[in-house]
C-alpha cells in the first residue's frame, strides 16, 4: 500500500532595514545625526566640510571654530551673528579738523584694550604743508609717525611731527581709517624686540607665537 502525504512548504521573505538613528549627547530629544546639548571638547584637530563661496543666500551659517587656550584644551565656541553686538572687524573712518601745529599728540578713541585691538589703515593729510628745516645737519621735514597705543586701558592716537610744525598760518586736516578687532574672535600680538647692531639687515631675534 502507498501512502501519500502533503507536507506544507514554509517561503521566508528577508526584509532588510536601514535606520538612520540620531544620537544625542544631554539631550533625549535630538534633532540631528548627532545633537550635543552642552559644552563641547575636541582634544584633536577635527576636520569638516569646506566652507562653500558665499552667496546673497547664505545668511544663516554659523562660524564654529575650537579654543588652544580654553581649560581643558578644545572647547568648541559658535560665532553666531545674530547675537553679534559688533562685528568681529569693522572699519571706522575718522577727520580731524583745526589740528594745532600738526601735532594730534593723544586722542582717547574710548575703545576698550579688554574687548578690541585697533589698527590704522589708511591716512591723507590735506592742507598746510611742513617747511623743510636743518634737523642734525640736515634738511628734513621732521620725523611724522601714525600709531595707536593703549593708555589706561583705552585705545589712543597719535599722528605727530615729532621735529618740526607747520608754517606759521597754515592748517590742515587728518583723514584715517582704524580697522577695529573684537578680541572675542581675535587678539593683539606682543611686540618681538631686534637690535640690528646698527645694520640695514637681520634676522627677527623669535618666531611669533601665532596659538
Known amino acids: ?84 553686538t559688533v562685528a568681529p ?27 578690541f585691538v585697533v589698527g590704522v589703515a589708511n591716512f591723507r593729510q590735506v592742507g598746510g604743508a611742513i617747511e623743510k628745516q636743518i634737523v642734525d645737519g640736515d634738511r628734513s621735514i621732521g620725523t611724522f609717525v601714525i600709531r595707536t597705543f593703549i593708555s589706561n586701558n583705552r585705545w589712543h592716537l597719535e599722528i605727530k611731527n615729532r621735529d618740526l610744525d607747520l608754517i606759521n598760518g597754515s592748517s590742515l586736516t587728518y583723514y584715517v581709517t582704524l580697522i577695529v578687532y573684537d578680541k572675542s574672535y581675535y587678539r593683539n600680538m606682543p611686540p618681538i624686540v631686534t637690535n640690528l647692531n646698527g645694520n640695514n639687515t637681520g634676522t627677527a631675534s623669535s618666531v611669533p607665537d601665532l596659538y
Open 1 to 84: 500500500m502507498l501512502c501519500k502525504t502533503s507536507m506544507p512548504f514554509f517561503f521566508f521573505t528577508l526584509l532588510c532595514v536601514t535606520l538612520n538613528a540620531q544620537v544625542g549627547i544631554g539631550t533625549l530629544e535630538p534633532e540631528a545625526d548627532l545633537h550635543v546639548a552642552g559644552d563641547l571638547l575636541v582634544q584633536e584637530n577635527f576636520n569638516i566640510k569646506p566652507l562653500p563661496a558665499a552667496t546673497s543666500l547664505d545668511e544663516d551659517f554659523k562660524l564654529v571654530s575650537r579654543l588652544t587656550n580654553s581649560t581643558p584644551v578644545g572647547e568648541i565656541k559658535v560665532l553666531d551673528v545674530d547675537s553679534l
Open 89 to 115: 572687524i569693522n572699519v571706522v573712518n575718522y577727520e580731524f579738523t583745526n589740528v594745532s601745529g600738526d601735532n594730534l599728540t593723544d586722542v582717547n578713541l574710548q575703545y576698550s584694550a579688554n574687548n
